[in-house]
């Protein structure tokens, strides 16, 4: 298989494309170190060209870069959090206003590979209101890579991703209740903007009635 180049991709996806001449343009606000003056390799896209042009108009290449701009650390949750805030007020885009993750596992560590990877900017249809598949949970992608994602694309395009939906990831909490992503607005105009970071709870034998 011939891979495709950057170039090539960036051609025919245009600004559903996220590559390193991109996260140049928005890496200080994105909170990471310029890919140009970084010290690390950058993998080669491993699709092909018949792969990239087969991409419907929703779905990106992004390159998972995940390097703090002021360390060698790698970005996660909480420093997206501490990064962009959680009060619309303030400054946009953010985080929605919440704290239960902050002690969390998930939440403080960065377990996504550096690489290339197709994402959807919208959720399948036909997925909606159905369970997960919990026993498959790497079918999913990782809080850390939709959450880097969805603050690359608002600022290089303004655009939001996931605007009022929610998305599975590949994350558990604690209590192994699986992590969801996403709805920056509440359609219900009652929540504050913020880009959400919440759990399903499961169903287990101290949840019952009394009647």
Known sequence: MERITSNKAREILGNR????????????????????????????????????????????????????????????????????????????????????????EFANICNCE???????????????????????????PPSILLTYFFFANYILNNKIAYKFDFVW???IDCNKDQIYVGRYFDPKGVAKNGFSIHRHLSLTSNYASIV
């Open 17 to 104: 494309f996220i590559g390193t001449k991109e996260l140049d343009i928005v890496s200080e606000k994105l909170g990471i170190i310029s890919p140009s003056i970084g010290n690390i390799e950058i993998p080669e896209i491993p699709f092909s060209l018949s792969e990239i042009e087969n991409l419907d108009h929703e779905t990106f290449l992004v390159l998972f870069y995940p390097f703090q701009k002021v360390s060698d650390n790698k970005i996660t949750i909480n420093y997206f959090r501490n990064h962009f805030g959680i009060d619309p007020d303030i400054k946009e885009p953010c985080l929605y206003n919440q704290d239960w993750y902050i002690n969390e």
């Open 114 to 140: 550096m690489g290339w990877y197709i994402l959807r900017s919208n959720v399948l249809d036909v997925s909606r209101a159905i369970s997960p598949e919990k026993n498959n949970l790497n079918k999913y």
């Open 169 to 171: 990831t590949s994350d």
